[in-house]
T-cell receptor, first 113, second 116 residues
């Protein structure tokens, strides 16, 4: 079946630290992969995506590379800010016209000044 | 960008009553919408796929008679929690896939249901 596994949080970092949030997946076919972010009190927002192997998604200083050989899509940022504090969800979109979005359990990031 | 609006954003009801949550795509048409449920500090669980003009497709373990979904138009899907009980208290989120576009999903702000 299809599933997404994220590293457990919460992750607490100091401002300007390097961030990695691990995400691995199992899927049939060729899914697209996504990172969503949920800021406190707000809805989900798409952060970045990659639609095929070796693609790199990037946005707002965040990056993630679709690694088919390791079935991973780890999220990285070189220098986090307090405003990056949020919950981050890794997700995959199953193949086909009626694709469903399957989410990981979410990782809470707290950045301290 | 595309906007999805949910209403109400929060609701408190008594046990045994029914609650309706609306999900509207404000500036695009969506034949397909999705309803998720999010428990505190947990991930989003897909409940059902809402299809305009046809019956919703429910995920395994989701009671279709408990969670009624109606996709009345290309811009509106509703989720009705029937005879709500405290264990139904949760955060319900909808998403919509524009009929025209690259398949990206857009999410509503969520609706927090508290059943007393």
């Amino acid at each position: 079946g299809n599933s997404v596994t994220q590293m457990e949080g919460p992750v607490t970092l100091s401002e300007e630290a390097f961030l990695t949030i691990n995400c691995t997946y199992t899927a049939t076919g060729y899914p697209s992969l996504f990172w969503y972010v949920q800021y406190p009190g707000e809805g989900l927002q798409l952060l970045l995506k990659a639609t095929k192997a070796d693609d790199k998604g990037s946005n707002k200083g965040f990056e993630a590379t679709y690694r088919k050989e390791t079935t991973s899509f780890h999220l990285e940022k070189g220098s986090v800010q307090v405003s990056d504090s949020a919950v981050y969800f890794c997700a995959l979109l199953t193949s086909g016209n009626t694709g469903k979005l399957i989410f990981g359990q979410g990782t809470t990031l707290q950045v301290k000044p | 960008g595309a906007v999805v609006s949910q209403h109400p954003s929060w609701v408190i009801c008594k046990s045994g009553t029914s609650v309706k949550i609306e999900c509207r795509s404000l500036d695009f048409q969506a034949t397909t919408m999705f309803w998720y449920r999010q428990f505190p500090k947990q991930s989003l669980m897909l409940m059902a796929t809402s299809n305009e003009g046809s019956k919703a497709t429910y995920e395994q373990g989701v009671e279709k008679d408990k969670f009624l979904i109606n996709h009345a138009s290309l811009t509106l899907s509703t989720l009705t929690v029937t005879s709500a009980h405290p264990e139904d208290s949760s955060f319900y989120i909808c998403s919509a896939r524009p009929d025209v576009g690259g398949g990206e999903l857009f999410f509503g702000e969520g609706s927090r249901l508290t059943v007393l």
